[in-house]
Each structure stands twice: as structure tokens, then as C-alpha cells.
């Protein structure tokens, strides 16, 4: 628990609440970690199990060379991995926020802009495809659902930890 | 609760109270006894199960967490070290199966401990040990539960000691936990032992102060830390007040039981008898150390002048296993075990009539149906 000055003399019920909004921020830190192991995999969970290879998947034009396929597939994992890094940076140092070890809070604007994205994505799901597996799609939304609820849940408490902070100041 | 307190403590109450050196005994024991009768010790000697008031760590690894299960740990539990205090608590915005658990809370003068001990007036000097038991725990065991809960029994890491200087300045020493059971805890680097933390609301894990280690047993401790029933809100626990007040309650309630006369008053304290051994029990109480026994053993013997002999958990086992059938009831233990099934009965039937199910139906409200 980071212990600000003004923390301890802050009224049982502000303390409550900062340490419930922290405790909000932690365990969406959390969330975000897991969701995006999951959503790894689950693309692999997709080409591994279903009959599309990943060549249906990236819908490559017949006159692609073998070389092109190759750098493609090998760029797509390496962004992959580097959007799952960030996710886990984003994850830990909303952890490290909420414990009070973080006092820098420019990471909640990567947060915002990746859950803005996945709410305009949900879009996609109602824009008729080559796949219209109900179930497979289903559960797509609602984990794109749960992905975009605790980014902007985790923005929300820590706009709250902020404003209560600043009434303490203030008074 | 320990030993020290207890054992030897319940004996300098019941002394002060004004009982003989030997029904001081008799009771300190049956107090103690709580502590150890269990299942494994009941068909050790041929006596009925049913009596059972704590449970080995070997039977709780074996018990089951399905409904029956949780129910005979909630009856034996409940009804002997986390006594509940309010049945009919509210909270606003929680559901049933939430709130079955959350009435269960422990914590001291609360309508159930009023009928504890009149239930055990004018019966035995078992039953007398086994109400100060009660007493004396819901005291120690304040804010949590005898039911296995992770909602309710849970708790934040973040433990920290209150210490005071002599000119009364509080600091803080932040606790730390570890978790090798087969290892004491270390006072001087203020590292103690807890349970892990178990994710599963109904594991065995979460049943009553496990979370906070034997922090709630220590006497001379003052910590503060967040339980998980309380809305993120903080706790301090003071060991030192609280034992002092169970002390005086104790002798209070003892006096009543040994009277007869009038109603057992919650939140009353016999401060006055106390008041001479005030500083020499104070001492004992914030003394640092891990049990108190050879201190609350002087005191009680400088009392009565008398021997206390040690606690000896088998020493009337004999009796109970040699007695004819007819004559078991007459016997230290068969009293002991009539006290104890009367006192799991009514608290089990009180659960049971705020419709509460988690401590399952007791025999008296059985036998209204029959």
C-alpha cells in the first residue's frame, strides 16, 4: 500500500474507497495480462484446430512468392509478441500503480487508446464474413466485452484514486 | 485463544470469581478440553462423536467441502471458538448465500454468548469451563467466522504492528508472514505464520483466522490489517485490552454461574475484583512472548496458595473408557460431553431459526418435527 502523508489523514471511508479503486486497478492490471495470453492463445487455438491454414487466414493471393509467405507469417508473430509485451507492461505497471511502486501514469493512455480500439472493433462482429460460426463469435464478443470493461473500469478508478486524492489536498 | 489463557487464566478467573482451588481446576480444564476433544479422541474412548468441539488438522484435511461437510465444521467451530455475534445482521446489496456467511462474524457481547452462559448455569462445572471457553474466545477471534469462507475470512497482506514508546508515541512494524507450519513464529523479526492464500471460497484454508496467523492468540500483540468482509475498511485489534476485558468478563460471568441469582448482562466487566491484580495481569498480557503459561501458572498459584497441576489431555480418559455404560454420564467427561452436545445444540438451533442453513439443522428442532 503506498503511504502518502495525506493518506493517513484522510477519513476511514476515503481510505476505503482509494484502497477499493487501487485494488480495481490491480486486479484490471491483472485482467489485461490474461486476456492477452488468451487471446494467443486463441488465434493458435484457431489455426491449430480448425481447417483454415494460415495462409486462408491471411488470405495470400496466388502469385505470392514462398519468401513473401514466410516474412509475412514470421512479421505477424514478432507483432504478436510485441503487442503481448505491451499488454504485460501494461498490466504491471497498472499492478505497480495501485501499489504505490509507479507514480508515472502516461501507460493509462495506451490503455485508453487499445480499449477505444476493441470497442470499434466489436463493429466487425456484425459485418456479414466468410465465417459465421454463432458460437465461435459469441464468444469473441464477449471477451472483447470483457477486454474493453476492464480497460475503461481500470481508467475510471484511477480517475477516482486522483479526485479523492486532490479533495484531501484540498481540504 | 492458547493454553496460557485458557488453562491457566480460566483458573485464576474461576479462583477470583470465588470457587475452591479445586473446582478452579475442574473448570480450567473443561475450558482447555475444548481445544483438544475431538472426533479421533471421542471414539478413542468409546464416547459419542457428536461431541466433538475442535477438529485435528488431520480431520479437517479429510473433511469434505460438499454441503454436509461445511455444516459439521460450521456446528463444531461456530459453536465453540467463533461464537456469532449478530444472526440477523444487514448489508445492503449482498445476497443470501453472501450474508448466511457474514452472520456468522465473531465478536464479543453478542445475544448468543448471553445465552451461552445461562445455558450453562446451574448445570456442571464442565459446562461453566466450557462457556468461559466461548467467552474468552469471542474476544480473541473477533472479526472472523467459523465457516470456511475466503469472502468473509480473507484478508489484505498488509499487517502492521502498533507499538508504543513510553511517552505513548504509536509506530508501526509492518508483519511479515511465512508459510512453514512445522516452524515457530519469529517474535523479534516480527515474521509469523499464516495460511495460503486459497482462491476457493468453501476451502478449508479459509476457515476462521488462518489469514492472520496466531495473531489473534497473542496476548501482548496490537496490529492493525484489512479483513475482506469489511469493505476495504481497516481493523485494529488490540490483544492487550481485549484479553483484559474477557478476563474481567469472565470473572463476572463465573460469579454469575457460581450465584445463580439474576441475568447474565452482555458488556459487563468485573473490574472491581480485578482491580488489585490489574498491573500484575497487564504485565502478563503485554509481556512478548509466545505463550504465557509459566506467567498465568505463578499468578494463579500465588492466588490460591495451591498447586496447579499442568494440562494432561488424557487424564480422565480412563474414567470415561472404564465406566459401565449407566454410569458414563457421571464421569468428568461424560459431563463435559453432555455440556458440550447442550451448547452445540442451542447455537446450531439459533443458526437454524434465523434461517440460516450453513450449520445445518440441531437436534432440538429435530425432534419439534418428530
Known sequence: MFLLREFWNMP???????????????????GIIILSIWSIIRFYLTVYFSDMTMAD??????????FEVIF?????????????????????????????????????????????????????????????DIDTKLASILLDITSIYVGFDMIYAAIRVNMLRKKQRKE | MQQDFHYYATYCAAYLAGFSHDECLDICYSAEFVDH??????????????????????????????????????????????????????KKWRPKRYMNKYRLICKP????????????????????????????????????????????????????????????????????????????????NNIFNNC???GNESSIMNLGHGRAGHLPDY???????????????????????????????????????????????????????????????????????????????????ELSGEKIKDFKREKYNDEYAYAHKIHKEDTFLGKFIEAAISQKSMVTNEIFLSKNYLAGLSKSVISKIG
Open chain 1, 12 to 30: 476511514t471511508d476515503k481510505k476505503a474507497q482509494i484502497r477499493k479503486y487501487n485494488n480495481d486497478i490491480k486486479i484490471c492490471g491483472i
Open chain 1, 57 to 66: 487466414l491471411f488470405e495470400f493471393p496466388e502469385e505470392i512468392t514462398d
Open chain 1, 72 to 132: 509475412t507469417i514470421i512479421f505477424f508473430w514478432i507483432l504478436m509478441g510485441i503487442i503481448l509485451l505491451i499488454h504485460f507492461y501494461l498490466g504491471i505497471s497498472a499492478i505497480k500503480y495501485s501499489t504505490g511502486k509507479k507514480k508515472k501514469w502516461g501507460f493509462f493512455i495506451v490503455v485508453f487508446i487499445f480499449a477505444f480500439v476493441d470497442l470499434l472493433s466489436i463493429v466487425s462482429y456484425f459485418i456479414p464474413g466468410k465465417s459465421n
Open chain 2, 37 to 90: 476433544c475431538s472426533k479421533t479422541l471421542l471414539v478413542s474412548i468409546g464416547a459419542p462423536t457428536i461431541a466433538a468441539t475442535t477438529q485435528l488438522q488431520l480431520e479437517m484435511m479429510d473433511s469434505r467441502t460438499d454441503i454436509l461437510g461445511l455444516q459439521e465444521i460450521t456446528r463444531i467451530w461456530s459453536s465453540f471458538h467463533f461464537l456469532p455475534y449478530d444472526l440477523y445482521a444487514t
Open chain 2, 109 to 188: 457481547n453478542g445475544d448468543l454468548l448471553k445465552k451461552t452462559v445461562e445455558l450453562a448455569d446451574g448445570k456442571s462445572l464442565q459446562h461453566f469451563g466450557i462457556a468461559m471457553h466461548v467467552l474468552a474466545d469471542t474476544w480473541a477471534h473477533s472479526y472472523f467466522a467459523g465457516t470456511p469462507s475466503l469472502v468473509i475470512n480473507n484478508t489484505e497482506n498488509e499487517f502492521y504492528e502498533l507499538l508504543s514508546d513510553e511517552s505513548g508515541n504509536i509506530s508501526e512494524k509492518k508483519i511479515r508472514f511465512k508459510h512453514n507450519p512445522s516452524s515457530s513464529d519469529d517474535l523479534e
Open chain 2, 196 to 198: 495460503i492464500y486459497q
Open chain 2, 219 to 301: 496476548s501482548f500483540i496490537k496490529y492493525r490489517y484489512i479483513p475482506a468482509w469489511d469493505d476495504y475498511k481497516e481493523t485494529i485489534k488490540d490483544n492487550p485490552s481485549d484479553y483484559y476485558n474477557a478476563f474481567c468478563q469472565m470473572v463476572y460471568a463465573l460469579k454469575y454461574l457460581k450465584d445463580g441469582e439474576g441475568d447474565f448482562e452482555l458488556s459487563k466487566y468485573d473490574y472491581e475484583t480485578v482491580a488489585p491484580y490489574e498491573d500484575r495481569i497487564k504485565e502478563i498480557l503485554s509481556k512478548r512472548q509466545l505463550i504465557a503459561s509459566k506467567d498465568w501458572k505463578n499468578f494463579g498459584e
